[in-house]
């Protein structure tokens, strides 16, 4: 089993910049590829970013190009995801997720397993 945990939420002013991280465990969690997803109160939840398991190659939702970078780190077994430029709109609880590097990357995949999320909340 893969367990993930984020972290780095908080409370930031709108155009403000946080960075997510999320440490990945368990076997061969360099063979993943992992992505990051959001949830707003009322709303269904939406994908944001992934990221192959090699880190060559990344997905984002339209909404989170130019503002939202994601990353990871195998070494560390790590992924991120920076966000610049944070609006209300972004407030959400974040999670990350993994999905078996067998199939091929993209946002609407089978992503398994399943962190428990990090709150963002944005300022107006």
């Known amino acids: 089993q893969v367990q993930l945990v984020e972290s780095g939420g908080g409370l930031v002013q709108s155009g403000g910049s946080l960075r997510l991280s999320c440490v990945v465990s368990g076997q061969s969690v360099s063979s993943y590829h992992l992505g990051w997803f959001r949830q707003a109160p009322g709303k269904p939840r939406e994908s944001v970013a992934a990221i192959s398991w090699t880190g060559f190659s990344s997905r984002y939702a339209d909404s989170m190009k130019g503002r939202f970078t994601i990353s990871r780190d195998n070494a560390k077994k790590t992924v991120y995801l920076a966000m610049n430029s944070l609006k209300p709109e972004d407030t959400a609880a974040y999670y990350c997720?993994?999905?078996?590097?067998?199939?091929?990357?993209?946002?609407?995949?089978?992503?398994?397993?399943w962190g428990q999320g990090t709150q963002v909340t944005v300022a107006s």
């Open positions: 997720a993994a999905a078996e590097a067998g199939y091929g990357l993209s946002l609407p995949m089978p992503w398994k397993y």
